[in-house]
């Protein structure tokens, strides 16, 4: 087991790793910008590094400062959390150089599935079933306009190297297609350096459906169930849940082991995340997150399975130690992605929490680094808290999850926590009759209403 483990992220993501460590007796390191000295996690960590200015790429994406900070203290691993350098092949290639471990897959796999092209060869050659589209790259018009109309409207072109929503616009007919494929390109430059795109067949009301696994390093591999991730806004995801209401026991339990095969024949090590779109009773691969989750709380809550000790084993060279058929879920559990926005315009809402009051009770986590007198960076992701809650049933969970909010203060800035607050109250919701153009459907009905009146 390592001694001493360097985190290196920010926020919620890096206070819950830390939990993690002190939990397996493994010390940790912080590291933080100038604009994250007075973060909880850099308050809790063994010791802490400042590694530069407040600017993402010139502190919590500056390689070379983050392995230095590893030396210095002397972590023998390293954790990246989600975003940032989770998923940087060159990155952990330099871990390896420097005689660090990196807490996650190898670069091999974790640059298979960051090309979103190669992603798909090697899912179709995995056996998992993947949406109708392109066979490879989309270099010019012409070949979209003829693979579109081969596969026919409407269809999305998508960022090989993309993520997050963005570098995808959808097309509706060939006039359409023309500005999506241009657009698609200069936007995934944009935010990628990379204009590769390809085009897939777009699907007009699916599910959301993502597995969790877990492998080791000596082809023993299980899934941890789904969770549905439906309700999105800007292809960004807002609200997740497990188990989901769309899919039976016999669904489930199918796609659970395509992908447990599909693992272990990839040779994956690690956790996971396989993402599927579901319609009509059918899945269609998308992509893979070679990382920890942001919802994977959800996953933790039904299994009682701590998936961040899980990775730091794996990475230290331990076996699962368990199979599929250890593996039980029990109720259901809800999170809602807390964000300092404002709830109907989405502008961020950086600055000075006033009072702070989290939830409790049976049943109730909340994974925040927030705290009263905390002043809210401006620089970093919008994310200030996830509220994740469990009840014996999907009913169970829903109310207690509409108590939660009713106690969650959060004075000083806006956030989205009535935003939540409507969501659950809508009965589409509370029927579990959604898709993944729901709620910004929900949204635009909501804003005509404002308007109207």
Same mark, same amino acid.
């Given at each position: @087991?390592?001694?001493?483990?360097?985190?290196?992220?920010?926020?919620?993501?890096?206070?819950?790793?830390?939990?993690?460590?002190?939990?397996?007796?493994?010390?940790?390191?912080?590291?933080?910008?100038?604009?994250?000295?007075?973060?909880?996690?850099?308050?809790?960590?063994?010791?802490?590094?400042?590694? &530069?200015?407040? $600017?993402?790429?010139?502190?919590?994406?500056?390689?070379?400062?983050?392995?230095?900070?590893?030396?210095? #203290?002397?972590?023998?691993?390293? /954790?990246?959390?989600?975003?940032?350098?989770?998923?940087?092949?060159?990155?952990?290639?330099?871990?390896?150089?420097?005689?660090?471990?990196?807490?996650?897959?190898?670069? !091999? /796999?974790?640059?298979? @599935?960051?090309?979103?092209?190669?992603?798909?060869?090697?899912?179709?050659? =995995?056996?998992?079933?993947?949406?109708?589209?392109?066979?490879?790259?989309?270099?010019?018009?012409?070949?979209?306009?003829?693979?579109?109309?081969?596969?026919?409207?409407?269809?999305?072109?998508?960022?090989?190297?993309?993520?997050? &929503?963005?570098? @995808?616009?959808?097309?509706?007919?060939?006039?359409?297609?023309? !500005?999506?494929?241009?657009?698609?390109?200069?936007?995934?430059?944009?935010?990628?350096?990379?204009?590769?795109?390809?085009?897939?067949?777009?699907? %007009?009301?699916?599910?959301?459906?993502?597995?969790?696994?877990?492998?080791?390093?000596?082809?023993?591999?299980?899934?941890?169930?789904?969770?549905?991730? =439906?309700?999105?806004?800007?292809? %960004?995801?807002?609200?997740?849940?497990?188990?989901?209401?769309?899919?039976?026991?016999?669904?489930?339990? $199918?796609?659970?082991?395509?992908?447990?095969?599909?693992?272990?024949?990839?040779?994956?090590?690690?956790? &996971?995340?396989?993402?599927?779109?579901?319609?009509?009773?059918?899945?269609?691969?998308?992509?893979?997150?070679?990382?920890?989750?942001?919802?994977?709380?959800?996953?933790?809550?039904?299994?009682?399975?701590?998936?961040?000790?899980?990775?730091?084993?794996?990475?230290?060279?331990?076996?699962?130690?368990?199979?599929?058929?250890?593996?039980?879920?029990?109720?259901?559990?809800?999170?809602?992605?807390?964000?300092?926005?404002?709830? !109907?315009?989405?502008?961020?809402?950086?600055?000075?929490?006033?009072?702070?009051?989290?939830?409790?009770?049976?049943?109730?986590?909340?994974?925040?680094?927030?705290?009263?007198?905390?002043?809210?960076?401006?620089?970093?992701? =919008?994310?200030?808290?996830?509220?994740?809650?469990?009840?014996?049933?999907?009913?169970?969970?829903?109310?207690?999850? $509409?108590?939660?909010?009713?106690?969650?203060?959060?004075?000083?800035?806006?956030? #989205?926590?009535?935003? %939540?607050?409507?969501?659950?109250?809508?009965?589409?919701?509370?029927?579990?009759?959604?898709?993944? /153009?729901?709620?910004? $459907?929900?949204?635009?009905?909501?804003?005509?209403?404002?308007?109207?009146?």
């Amino acid at each position: @087991m390592f001694e001493k483990v360097l985190i290196a992220n920010r926020g919620e993501i890096a206070l819950r790793i830390h939990r993690a460590c002190r939990e397996l007796g493994i010390k940790t390191v912080a590291v933080h910008s100038e604009a994250d000295t007075d973060a909880m996690h850099v308050r809790l960590a063994d010791e802490a590094v400042c590694i &530069g200015p407040a $600017k993402s790429a010139d502190s919590y994406l500056n390689k070379a400062a983050i392995i230095s900070a590893a030396h210095i #203290t002397g972590a023998d691993a390293i /954790h990246p959390g989600f975003g940032f350098l989770s998923e940087n092949a060159d990155f952990v290639e330099m871990c390896d150089a420097h005689g660090l471990n990196f807490i996650g897959p190898s670069t !091999e /796999h974790m640059r298979t @599935m960051g090309d979103k092209i190669a992603a798909r060869e090697a899912a179709i050659k =995995s056996g998992l079933p993947v949406v109708p589209g392109s066979d490879g790259e989309i270099k010019t018009i012409e070949e979209a306009i003829k693979v579109s109309e081969d596969m026919g409207y409407p269809v999305i072109v998508k960022a090989a190297h993309g993520g997050g &929503g963005k570098g @995808m616009k959808i097309a509706y007919s060939t006039e359409e297609l023309k !500005e999506a494929f241009r657009m698609a390109r200069t936007e995934a430059k944009a935010a990628f350096g990379n204009d590769t795109v390809y085009i897939e067949k777009f699907l %007009q009301k699916p599910r959301h459906i993502e597995i969790q696994i877990l492998a080791d390093k000596y082809g023993n591999c299980v899934h941890l169930g789904e969770r549905d991730c =439906s309700l999105q806004r800007n292809q %960004q995801k807002v609200l997740e849940e497990t188990s989901s209401p769309a899919l039976n026991d016999e669904e489930r339990a $199918k796609i659970g082991k395509v992908c447990t095969d599909a693992m272990k024949n990839l040779g994956y090590y690690n956790a &996971g995340t396989i993402e599927f779109l579901f319609e009509e009773g059918e899945f269609y691969f998308i992509e893979m997150n070679t990382r920890l989750q942001v919802e994977h709380p959800i996953t933790e809550m039904v299994t009682d399975i701590d998936i961040v000790k899980e990775q730091i084993r794996i990475a230290s060279g331990a076996t699962l130690g368990y199979t599929q058929d250890d593996i039980t879920f029990e109720g259901h559990a809800i999170e809602c992605r807390i964000n300092a926005e404002d709830p !109907e315009t989405f502008i961020p809402c950086p600055g000075k929490i006033t009072s702070y009051h989290a939830p409790g009770g049976l049943g109730i986590r909340v994974d925040s680094g927030i705290y009263s007198g905390y002043k809210i960076p401006p620089h970093y992701d =919008s994310m200030i808290a996830k509220l994740i809650v469990r009840g014996k049933t999907r009913n169970a969970c829903l109310m207690r999850l $509409k108590r939660a909010l009713e106690e969650f203060v959060i004075d000083g800035i806006s956030t #989205t926590i009535p935003l %939540q607050q409507k969501i659950i109250a809508q009965p589409d919701f509370i029927d579990g009759n959604y898709n993944i /153009h729901w709620l910004e $459907k929900f949204m635009a009905a909501e804003q005509a209403k404002k308007e109207a009146s």
